[in-house]
C-alpha cells in the first residue's frame, strides 16, 4: 500500500481488502463490501476488516479459512504500510500500521498555506472523485414571525453540511426557503394600511414588533368583519400583483429579512441574502404543480421500490393526491385509519405549503443552474422531526409522478428538541419562546465570565501550562472579540456534539465550561497548541519543521496514537458527509484534543533530547492545530490565536 494517494486509510485500506477478497472469492472487486473499520480496542490493532463472516457465509466456506487466505493475498499488498495480518476470533482481520508509514503519510502534509493566501487550509483532504450538485436547504425562518430555537438548529446544523460538502468539492447551493407567503400577509397588508410600516433599526428586535402587529392583526380580523373581509381581499391584491398590496409586502420582507441577515451574521454563518429563495418565488410555478400531477398521476409505477401508486382526485372541491401501496390499500393513514392524502389546492383555490415543496423539488431538480450544470443530484433539507410526515408525503408523491430523476437522492434531515431544565421544550420563565438575540447576548456573558476566571486563575488543570504566554493581559477588544466567538461558538458546539435526532438539555453551565466536550475546551485547547508552538519556535533555530529533510519520527507511543489520529480526519469528514451526522466530527476533535494532551505530557516539544525531534514535535503541534481550525471551521466555529 503506497502512501502516495492523497485518500484516507481507511479508503485505500478497503481498496487493499477488496481486491484480495476478489483474488480470494473470484467475486468483482466492485461489488465487495471489505467492511474495513477502526479496531474498536487498541489492543486488536488500528483497524479491522470484518467482511469474512457473512463472505464466509455467502460462499459456504469456513470462515476461518477464507480469513487465512484474505491474509495470504492482502499481506504483500500491505507491506511497507502495516504489520502481517493477524487473524483473530472468528475470522477478523486485524491491521497494525507500521509507524514509518504513519509517519510517511503525515510528512506528505504539506505546509500550510501562506498568510497572504487566504485559502482554506484543506490538509491535502482528497476532493470527492466524482462532485455532486447539492442543494442544501436549512434555516427557513418565517418574516413576521422571530426565529425560533428550531430554527436555530437547522441554522447550525444546515451550515456544517455546506462546508462539509464544499470542502469535499461538491457543487453546493445553499437555499434558505423562507416563509415569506400565505393568507397571513392579507392581515398583515390590511394592518399596515392604517398603522406605520415597519423599519429596520439596528439593535431594535423588528421581527418582534411585526409579530406584535401580526397578533394585533388577528385579533382584529375575530373581531372586526369589515376588517376581516379586506385582509381576505388583500390575499387576493397580493397574488393578483396590485402595486400598493405588494408595495406593503415587499417592506415587511425586507424588513425582516434585513434582521434574519443580521442575526446570521451573528451567528457566523454561511447563509447570505442571496441564498433567499422564499416560497413566494414557486408562487407563479404551483398552477402547473396541479396540471402536471394530473397529467401524470394515477399512474401505476411498475418497478418502483415501493411498489405503490398515486392518484389525483377532487375530493369536496379540494384537489387531493392520495397514495396507495401495491395492494391497493392506503400508503399514509390519518388517526382514525382513514386515507391521508396530500391536498394541493384548497376548494377556495388557495394552494398549501405541500403545493409549494413539490413545486421547490421540481424547481431545484431539473431548473436550478449550478456551476457544473443545471439540476441538483442530491437535495438536503434540516428541519425538525414533526415535519417527518409532511416531507415522506411529498416525496412520494414527488416520487409517484417521476419528477426525482433515478439516482438523485433527497434527503429529510431532522433534529430533536431543544428541552430547558424542566425536560420540556426550552421556553423563558413566564413560558414564552426564547429569543434568539437574548440566547447569544447571554452566551457573550456567560464566555466574557468564563475567560476572566481563566485569566484570574492562570490556566488550568485539564491543560498543558501557559509556559508564560499569558504574561500579556488582553486588552478590552481582545476580550470582547472573545467573549463573543466563544459565546456563539458555545451555543453551536452544545448542539452539535449530540447526536440530532435526540432531545438534548440546553444546560449554559455543561456548555460554557472548559472541562468536557465543549466550544471552550476545544477552543482553548487550538490557542494551547499555538502558544506551545510559539514558544518552542522561539527557541529553536531553525524554525520551519516543514523544511526539506525534517522527517515526522514517531518515537512513543503518544505520538503514534497522534499521528493516527491526524491522518483520520478526512474519514471523518466523508462520514458526516455521507451519514449527515455532525456529532461524529465533534467526537474526533475531542479525541485529538486527548490525544494532544497526552502526547504533550510525554514528549517534551521544546527540551526534545535533539533538534530533529523539536523539529518533529513541533510539526506534531502545527499539524494538531491546523486540523483542529479546520475541524472546527467546519462545524462553523472560528477559531482565537489566544484566548
Ligand atoms: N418555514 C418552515 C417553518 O418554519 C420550515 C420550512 C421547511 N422547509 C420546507 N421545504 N418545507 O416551519
Not at 433515478?406 to 423563558?428: E, I, N
Amino acid at each position: 500500500m503506497s502512501s502516495e494517494a492523497p485518500a484516507s486509510i481507511h479508503d485505500r485500506l478497503s481498496r487493499v481488502f477488496a481486491e484480495a477478497i476478489a483474488r480470494v472469492s473470484g467475486l468483482d472487486p466492485a461489488a465487495i463490501n471489505p467492511q474495513v473499520r477502526p479496531a474498536g480496542d487498541p489492543k486488536f490493532g488500528d483497524y479491522q476488516c470484518n467482511a469474512t463472516m457473512s463472505l464466509a457465509r455467502q460462499l459456504g466456506r469456513n470462515p476461518r479459512e477464507l480469513a487465512t487466505q484474505i491474509k495470504a493475498a492482502a499481506d504483500p499488498l500491505l507491506a511497507g504500510a502495516a504489520e502481517p495480518l493477524e487473524v483473530a476470533g472468528p475470522g477478523f482481520l486485524n491491521v497494525r500500521l507500521l509507524p514509518d508509514f504513519l509517519s510517511e503519510c503525515l510528512a506528505r502534509i504539506p505546509p500550510p498555506p501562506t498568510a497572504a493566501s487566504d485559502a482554506l487550509d484543506r490538509l491535502d483532504l482528497p476532493r470527492v472523485a466524482r462532485p455532486q450538485r447539492v442543494v442544501v436547504e436549512y434555516s427557513q425562518p418565517n418574516i413576521a414571525k422571530q426565529m425560533h430555537v428550531g430554527h436555530l438548529r437547522s441554522t447550525i446544523i444546515g451550515d456544517v453540511f455546506a462546508r462539509v460538502l464544499g470542502l469535499l468539492g461538491h457543487d453546493v447551493i445553499r437555499q434558505n426557503h423562507i416563509g415569506d407567503w400565505g393568507t397571513q400577509f392579507g392581515m398583515l397588508i390590511r394592518w399596515y394600511r392604517e398603522h406605520p410600516l415597519p423599519r429596520f433599526e439596528a439593535d431594535a428586535d423588528v421581527l418582534e414588533s411585526i409579530e406584535a402587529d401580526y397578533r394585533a392583526a388577528n385579533e382584529r380580523f375575530a373581531s372586526d368583519e369589515a376588517f376581516a373581509r379586506e385582509a381576505r381581499a388583500a390575499v387576493a391584491e397580493l397574488q393578483g400583483g396590485d402595486t400598493e398590496a405588494r408595495r406593503i409586502w415587499e417592506q415587511i420582507c425586507a424588513v425582516s429579512l434585513q434582521a434574519i441577515d443580521e442575526t446570521y451574521r451573528r451567528l457566523g454563518v454561511l447563509l447570505r441574502p442571496e441564498d433567499v429563495r422564499g416560497e413566494s418565488f414557486y408562487n407563479s410555478r404551483l398552477p402547473a404543480v396541479i396540471e402536471d400531477l394530473r397529467a401524470a398521476l394515477p399512474a401505476r409505477r411498475p418497478g418502483e421500490a415501493s411498489g405503490g401508486w398515486s392518484e389525483v382526485r377532487d375530493d369536496q372541491g379540494a384537489v387531493c393526491v392520495f397514495l396507495y401501496q401495491a395492494d391497493g390499500s392506503p400508503r399514509f393513514k390519518g388517526p382514525t385509519g382513514e386515507p391521508l392524502p396530500v391536498i394541493i389546492r384548497k376548494s377556495d383555490g388557495g394552494y398549501l405549503y405541500a403545493t409549494t415543496d413539490l413545486a421547490a423539488l421540481r424547481y431545484r431538480l431539473h431548473e436550478l443552474e449550478f456551476r457544473s450544470g443545471r439540476g441538483a443530484e442530491r437535495i438536503i433539507y434540516v428541519t425538525d422531526a414533526r415535519q417527518k410526515l409532511h416531507f415522506e408525503m411529498f416525496f412520494a408523491v414527488a416520487r409517484d409522478a417521476g419528477w426525482i430523476p433515478p439516482g438523485a437522492r433527497v434527503d429529510h434531515v431532522t433534529f430533536g428538541s431543544v428541552l430547558g431544565p424542566d425536560r420540556r421544550p426550552l421556553k423563558t420563565r413566564s413560558g414564552a419562546t426564547i429569543k434568539l438575540r437574548d440566547l447569544l447576548d447571554e452566551a457573550e456573558s456567560r464566555a466574557a465570565a468564563l475567560v476572566a476566571a481563566r485569566e484570574r486563575s492562570g490556566g488550568d488543570a485539564t491543560m498543558p501550562s501557559d509556559e508564560g504566554d499569558a504574561s500579556r493581559a488582553l486588552s478590552a477588544d481582545e476580550r470582547q472579540q472573545i467573549a463573543s466567538r466563544v459565546g456563539v461558538a458555545s451555543i453551536k458546539y452544545a448542539d452539535l456534539r449530540n447526536d440530532r435526532n435526540a432531545d438534548y438539555l440546553f444546560d449554559w453551565d455543561k456548555m460554557v465550561s472548559l472541562q468536557g466536550n465543549t466550544a471552550p475546551y476545544m477552543m482553548y485547547a487550538y490557542a494551547r497548541v499555538r502558544s506551545i508552538y510559539r514558544k518552542a519556535a522561539e527557541r529553536t533555530d531553525s524554525a520551519d519543521p516543514y523544511a526539506p529533510g525534517g522527517p515526522v519520527r514517531i518515537t512513543h507511543p503518544a505520538e503514534r496514537a497522534l499521528a493516527l489520529r491526524l491522518l483520520r480526519l478526512g474519514e471523518h469528514v466523508e462520514a458526516v458527509a455521507n451519514d449527515l451526522l455532525p456529532h461524529v466530527l465533534c467526537g474526533y476533535l475531542y479525541d485529538l484534543a486527548g490525544d494532544f494532551m497526552k502526547f504533550y505530557e510525554s514528549c517534551p516539544v521544546l527540551d526534545a533530547p535533539d533538534a530533529a525531534t523539536r523539529l518533529s514535535r513541533l510539526r506534531f503541534c502545527d499539524l494538531t492545530a491546523r486540523t483542529l481550525k479546520l475541524g472546527l471551521w467546519l462545524l462553523g466555529i472560528e477559531i482565537l490565536e489566544r484566548m
